[in-house]
């Protein structure tokens, strides 16, 4: 998932033991596209809780963590790196715009064994899903989902058929919009607003929550239809799905109609109690054990919605097969700083396990060398977009001096700072001809490009050897 708000949470997934190299299967291409194939396959559901996806993908990850003899952070570890601090109690966790998280135990890893759990870290948060209907018809015309519309992730049951209105511009004013609305004159109208010229509008100062602060409280109206004049569907995301809007909210493209008369909806919701688990691996470094550095992704994704299984093959099975063959050229190659490699959950939940991570660290963030956030990287592009906290320029700066080096180095890094914990951090990304399928049911594993693995392993992997703050 591509999100403004970066990564800033810390996950280890840490290497430990020592097997003999030579034991150690090769990190390759070979190996990373078929990680890919693997997680981004139908059996396991675009990797939610739905049919348990989240928990077979992580079964799959434990699994290659087992074939290479990498563990979990020993308790001794974590005993002496908190010896004579303060370390925080597990507790709950309420980031700005963000749900409730709060600490459970294993719920659906009940099943797990003691080595399995060992791994992880348990969560749980509110989720609204929706995966039965989620249809949207036009005076008798069935648009087709994720291609016409997207309906948005805090939309609940809804099922009637409602008149058309066409919200005049001169109402999207932050101070009269709700009041507007509310007057009781749309309460059985499914309303369609300028999402164009909403943006301009109702943004009144910089990260506002747009949705809660002016979809929640309208009551008094059967629908929402934003159109945009793009004629590319908007994304679906799972960022807000931990509340509902009274009514259901959908994302329309430029060619919704300009004069419909009737829409008809029908849409199944539910909103649950979820459990969450990130998986956390260690390698011990041979020099300077006590500093790690973190390589992380996220081996979520979207799930379903409706009909529609979100595959998820670039985001981010891509960046949990990186991390699988670094984990394999590490436990071959022991560094000289501990390795912590974590595969996040519930990122597309607007990244609640990496803020849980780093909420409730195992090991003390000031304790970081560096953090290093792969997503979203099986694509054909020649440019890799990265976002860093103020405290990594130095590493981007070296980033750079490491690129410049390769044979055929990828295009000038681009930036945004992050602002969160004071780690030094990076988030990569790689933008080419799968980004048009981002959060689709068109991400899919024939669409993903292995193109760019060899450059970014290596990238990664000098970066790691190298780099000292």
Request: glycine content about 6%; overall charge negative; proline content about 5%.
């Amino acid at each position: 998932m591509r999100n403004l708000f970066i990564y800033f949470a810390m996950s280890i997934l840490v290497f430990s033991g020592c097997a003999n190299s030579a034991q150690v299967p090769e990190p390759s291409k070979e190996y990373y596209v078929e990680v890919v194939k693997e997680l981004s396959g139908k059996d396991y559901y675009g990797r939610s809780n739905y049919n348990n996806g989240t928990i077979k993908a992580a079964e799959f990850i434990l699994a290659e963590l087992d074939k290479v003899n990498v563990g979990p952070i020993p308790e001794q570890v974590i005993a002496q790196a908190w010896a004579g601090k303060q370390r925080p109690e597990l507790h709950s966790l309420q980031p700005e715009f963000k749900s409730l998280i709060t600490p459970c135990d294993a719920r659906r890893w009940s099943h797990g064994t003691e080595q399995q759990l060992s791994y992880m870290q348990h969560f749980n948060f509110p989720l609204n899903t929706q995966r039965g209907n989620a249809v949207l018809a036009v005076d008798g015309d069935t648009l087709q989902h994720t291609v016409d519309y997207t309906l948005k992730e805090f939309s609940p049951t809804c099922k009637g058929e409602f008149d058309v209105v066409y919200l005049d511009n001169k109402h999207l004013n932050p101070d009269s919009f709700c009041k507007y609305l509310n007057s009781g004159e749309f309460k059985n109208k499914a309303v369609v607003l300028d999402w164009d010229r909403f943006c301009e509008t109702m943004y009144t100062y910089k990260g506002i929550e747009v949705y809660k602060s002016y979809f929640v409280p309208l009551t008094n109206v059967g629908a929402l239809i934003c159109k945009s004049a793009d004629e590319q569907v908007f994304p679906y995301f799972k960022s807000r799905n931990h509340f509902n809007t009274p009514m259901p909210v959908f994302m329309v493209t430029g060619s919704f109609p300009e004069d419909a008369k009737r829409v008809s909806i029908d849409v199944d919701a539910q909103m649950i109690d979820n459990d969450a688990h990130n998986i956390i691996a260690y390698i011990p470094g041979t020099k300077q054990a006590e500093k790690h550095f973190i390589i992380a992704c996220h081996y979520d994704h979207l799930g379903v919605c409706g009909k529609e299984i979100f595959y998820g093959a670039n985001d981010n099975a891509s960046g949990t097969a990186m991390l699988l063959n670094l984990i394999r050229y590490f436990k071959a190659n022991q560094p000289e700083y501990s390795l912590v490699f974590i595969f996040f959950d519930a990122e597309e939940n607007n990244l609640l396990g990496s803020f849980f991570y780093a909420d409730n660290p195992l090991l003390p963030l000031e304790n970081i060398e560096y953090f290093v956030e792969l997503d979203m990287i099986g694509d054909n592009g020649d440019n890799i977009y990265c976002q860093i906290s103020d405290s990594g320029e130095a590493g981007l700066e070296y980033l750079n001096k490491i690129n410049s080096s390769l044979e055929k180095p990828f295009a000038q890094l681009d930036h945004y700072p992050f602002a969160l914990k004071g780690v030094p951090a990076i988030y990569m990304e790689l933008d080419g001809d799968t980004n048009k399928n981002y959060h689709s049911p068109r991400d899919t594993f024939e669409n993903f490009h292995a193109s760019n693995y060899e450059r970014l392993f290596e990238l990664v992997k000098r970066f790691v050897e190298e780099y000292r703050r």
